[in-house]
């Protein structure tokens, strides 16, 4: 999740240039026939769930043809994992980009800053932009312009087994502290595990980061951080959940093993956000929806701290169909397209008028994370901001494994930084 990034000057003018010439997308044209219709084709890069968010995305985005009906769709969903080298590929050869892209939030400014997508400043993509949360469009904003639409917004919390719960006689742990102590009595009461820690992503450290009121970098100041005092304690505080017990980690494929043992009942609580909800109710756990309970994530000693995250929808510069390109995007985040998903997929919307409407109002998972949203960290958006996740994920593994200390992993994530960030303190 979340790779690294070629910012160097030559590769932002090569991307600027391809992006002026017109470079091939992968479709067939098009553009607006003489009576003003849009036709062509839009090649859209899902990088949604495979299995249960891709299912919807894919249907909705396939309806787009019902309002345009000259105009065609390619979807293709690309594991969110290789998406953003794969894009930042093919714009930089000029061969293969899709016209459209599902971009991570700490995407977009770093694609904006290597010339890879359009300007959507005074296009239909942001039809009533004014509707949009601010924090929502905050990432999506670079050098005083707008490069992307957002689709979803989201952040974290802990999902928790009401019936493991009641069984251990447990409350929901507020601190982390709590934690522990709920996870100690889960142990012993029913032999489950407590907590499932995703040890091969970095967002997933985030919370216990920001918990412990530190960051990876401070952008106003041009300041790195991640290896004062506060990170380190944030290292020491997950490895302390592995060492106790707590709770049980992974180097590899955590998503999958993280999935299965709290859907099969194996833990008792997970780390997720709202992408997360749809899949965790096809577990056997909960065929029940009722028995799956979500709380914020436990408190660190500086107090509850969640990332903020979601997607936006950005195109690409070099598109041959910018037209029917900036109709898809604003028909993809519209707030008719963003209730259905949120209906379908518990997924929260970026539009203010989306969460007055009563299927979505009444929505138990909609209505808890959306406080969380509201209160959660932004990240920076920098265009290095992607990047940032690359030497956490390895350091943050190798602290969950043994394999170094907090103060060692903490040390190695800061000279990294200072490599890439070569200006900043």
Known sequence: MR????ATALVAALGVTLAACGSDSGSNGGGSTGSGELSG???WWDTSTVGSEDKVFKKVAEDFKKKYPKVTVKYVNVPFGEAQNKFKNAAQSGSGAPDVIRSEVAWTPEFADLGYLAPLDGTPALKEADD???QAAASTKYNGKTYAVPQVIDSM???YNKKIFKDAGV???KTIDELKTVSAKIKEKTGKTGLYLRGDDPYWFLSFLY???GDLVD????????DDEKGVKALATVKDLVDSKAAITDATNGWDNMQSSFKDGKVAMMINGPW???DTYAGKEFADKANLGIAPVPAGSAGQGAPQGGHNLAVYAGSKNLDASYAFAEYMTSAETQATVAKELSLLPTRQSVYIKPDIATNEMITFFKPVVDKAVQRPWIPEGGSLFEPVKVEYTKVLTGQATPEAGAKAIGDSYRKLLKDWK
């Open 41 to 43: 084709t839009v090649t």
């Open 276 to 278: 997360a909800v749809a």
């Open 3 to 6: 790779r690294g990034i070629a």
């Open 157 to 159: 919390g802990i999902f």
């Open 171 to 173: 409350a929901v742990p």
């Open 132 to 134: 949009f949360l601010e």
């Open 211 to 213: 918990g412990e009121g």
């Open 219 to 226: 952008a106003e100041q041009k300041k790195i951080v991640i």
